[in-house]
């Protein structure tokens, strides 16, 4: 295996700040329709708006909540707390009055660092809502019994309610104190890479919101690897829809781009005008977005007119050029990761991005992250398995977690520090191949089939655009295996095409699968279907719902 790229500095946010500043000052760093930072202006608002976080009460391992959609607000604030040595908690925009009340009290959010409201959402009447004694109280630190943790809310813009502190974005290119200027220079020489930078909250595949606990260290070395590994540097310029509250627009996008001077680029809402505009005009050169997002973008009006010839990697797969990308989308290298592990911890390199994985490998999600290690196991018996066997993934390494908030460790690893990710696949020739999710294993007459094999075999099939494949209740077999599939409706002549017959997919797929695997029932659904969650991730739970009902239909008839 070959060595990690780490820093070649202390692998610390003030560290990271500072060696932007001196190595990259006048490069763009953060970019918006609207707005944009420098690596030296991020340095410098940041370390002013950390006086003001000094005076306010923030110090070393204070817990600060951050509520701002994407922009250059979320990446000052997170900068500002994380060089004072702050735990991180990002807050999701999207969340409901009830959602946001229970993650202030599991977070235990102590300073609240926030825009007053974004779209329909209205943050400050949803938190009189969940601490009815806010409406009668006065300034100063607050005493809540509904939020007993929560000392102050610290609002991006001016108040309108009493409770509230205000003006935290205005004047950040303004002279500190002296006093101030020592003691945040002295609180970010006392931070270590060891220390506590970042909660970022998962519901993972149980729908249980975690607190993953990260570290500085972890992070920044993290980002700098696979920035090396992607072959992103200082010329580099990474576009996201991705949330920032989570690890794919935050570690895997913005700190990537950071770590070599590149520039990160988002918008708070997307929108696939203003995106395909700001992709042209800021020559965008990599984008990171789900695959749903991409489609978007490429059936969007202004694509055919947009220049995009700037772009060069990543996955919006229809823009890139014949010398950037595989010649078969089907050999594209994946990658499989998840918050614990900050992102990624099997990837690729530049060169395979670009060529593809070989055609013996399809499917393949990229190699062991240098500096993380795997083992494949027996889920029931916790034994080795030989190489090309399927079982349950385990990772460790420099990229893991330092643990669930509010959890033991013991509840988190096992006691050789392995951490078992509930996710099924197997190591062949040092290619990593994903089969799915534990929980989401087909148990259909004693046998186990894993929902991605079926999927990725259908998606071989020219007519289907989309395959998702869940099992449902069956008195005597356990499961059924269930297709749904979504089909193209443009042929590749341009003309409208039928919807493929079921049957016959089923029988076509004999050809590459056993026949236990074949699905029972194979059912034609619309876009419009398809339950996607705000994490742009499919929610199998209710396309299992979705399968029963439409078997139970079929049956009917």
């Excluded at 829809?241 to 935050?250: D, I, R, T």
């Excluded at 799915?436 to 089939?449: A, E, P």
């Amino acid at each position: 295996m070959t060595e990690p790229t780490f820093p070649d500095y202390l692998p610390t946010v003030p560290h990271l700040l500072r060696t932007g500043r001196e190595r990259f000052g006048a490069n763009d760093c953060v970019v918006t329709p609207t707005d944009r930072l420098t690596f030296a202006e991020l340095d410098d608002h940041s370390r002013h708006l950390a006086g003001r976080l000094v005076a306010a009460g923030v110090g070393k391992s204070s817990r600060v909540g951050l509520l701002f959609p994407n922009g250059t607000s979320w990446v000052l604030s997170w900068a500002a707390a994380a060089r004072l040595g702050a735990v991180v908690i990002p807050v999701n925009t999207f969340y409901k009055t009830p959602e946001l009340g229970r993650f202030l009290h599991h977070a235990d959010v102590q300073y609240l660092l926030a825009v007053d409201s974004f779209i329909q959402h209205d943050y400050l009447e949803r938190l009189e809502t969940i601490a009815p004694e806010l409406a009668g109280h006065g300034p100063g630190p607050l005493h809540l019994p509904s939020l007993p943790q929560l000392r102050r809310v610290l609002l991006w813009g001016q108040p309108s309610r009493a409770w509230a502190d205000g003006g935290y974005g205005t004047g950040l290119d303004a002279s500190l104190p002296p006093s101030l200027a020592a003691t945040v220079d002295g609180t970010a020489d006392d931070v270590m890479p060891g220390d506590e930078m970042l909660v970022t909250y998962t519901s993972g595949s149980t729908g249980e919101p975690k607190g993953v606990v990260h570290s500085h260290g972890a992070l920044v070395r993290h980002a700098r690897n696979l920035a090396a590994l992607s072959g992103i540097d200082e010329s580099s310029r990474l576009w996201t829809p991705m949330p920032l509250c989570w690890v794919g627009g935050f570690a895997f996008t913005l700190l990537r781009g950071m770590s070599t001077g590149g520039c990160f680029l988002t918008q708070d809402v997307f929108d696939p005008a203003s995106a395909l505009r700001l992709i042209e005009a800021e020559r965008v050169t990599n984008v990171s977005a789900w695959p749903a997002v991409a489609k978007t973008l490429s059936e969007h009006p202004d694509y055919a007119s947009t220049d995009l010839t700037s772009v060069r990697g990543g996955s919006f797969y229809d823009a890139l050029p014949p010398d950037c990308r595989p010649p078969d989308p089907a050999l594209v290298v994946g990658s499989l990761g998840m918050s614990e592990t900050c992102g990624p911890h099997t990837f690729w390199t530049a060169g395979e991005e670009v060529t593809g994985t070989p055609e013996q490998y399809r499917g393949a999600f990229g190699h062991e992250v240098p500096g993380t290690e795997h083992r494949i196991v027996d889920p029931d018996s916790g034994a080795d398995l030989p190489e090309g066997q399927e079982g349950e993934v385990l990772v460790r390494g420099y990229s893991l977690m330092v643990g669930l908030y509010k959890q033991e460790r013991s509840q988190v690893f096992d006691a050789d520090g392995w951490y078992h990710t509930g996710d099924r696949g197997y190591f062949l020739d040092g290619w990593f191949f994903f089969t799915g999710r534990q929980s989401d294993l087909i148990k259909t007459s004693g046998s186990n089939v894993a929902p991605a094999e079926v999927e990725r075999s259908l998606l071989q099939l020219p007519e289907v655009k989309l395959a998702f494949v869940v099992g449902t209740p069956h008195v005597d077999r356990g499961e059924d295996v269930v297709a749904l599939i979504v089909p193209w409706r443009i042929g590749k002549a341009g003309a409208e095409v039928a919807p493929p017959d079921g049957d016959e997919l089923r029988e076509r797929l004999r050809q590459d699968l056993s026949s236990y695997k074949i699905p029972r029932h194979v059912f034609v659904i619309s876009d419009e279907e398809v339950p996607w969650l705000i994490s742009q991730k499919v929610d199998r739970r209710a396309l299992g719902v979705l399968a029963e009902k439409l078997a139970g239909a079929q049956l009917e008839t």
